[in-house]
């Protein structure tokens, strides 16, 4: 397994940015696919944005065009830029990894994933 640890949250205004960061250490960071999840107080968590280990990138629809995920291979970390942050992105959000390279069409939900952090925390204010 590959440990995490998310940092960079915070609270902002409706409109802000902020960027999130997950260093990674253990296995080969670089095999696995890994993504950004999120739940908010009383609501289930939600798939954020995902990246393979070639780079592809997939997102949730509600964060398109706003939020862009990245990973550093070198450095062993996982970015998330979000900008034109809404109140509704107020939520925990956590990065996980996979044991596979690849992401799959059903990455939102989570299952695939089995290495977590422990979570940062994002206020958006209107």
């Known amino acids: 397994q590959v440990q995490l640890v998310e940092s960079g949250g915070g609270s902002v205004q409706s409109g802000g940015s902020l960027r999130l960061s997950c260093a990674a250490s253990g296995n080969t960071y670089s095999n696995y696919c890994m993504a950004w999840f999120r739940q908010a107080p009383e609501k289930e968590r939600e798939g954020v944005a995902a990246?393979?280990?070639?780079?592809?990138?997939d997102y949730a629809e509600y964060v398109k065009g706003r939020f862009t995920i990245s990973r550093d291979n070198v450095k062993n970390t996982l970015y998330l830029q979000m900008n034109s942050l809404k109140p509704e992105d107020t939520a925990m959000y956590y990065c996980?990894?996979?044991?596979?390279?690849?992401?799959?069409?059903?990455?939102?939900?989570?299952?695939?994933?089995?290495?977590w952090g422990q979570g940062t925390q994002v206020t958006v204010s209107s």
């Open positions: 996980a990894a996979s044991a596979s390279a690849y992401c799959g069409s059903l990455w939102s939900r989570g299952a695939d994933f089995g290495s």
């Open positions: 990246i393979n280990s070639l780079g592809k990138t």
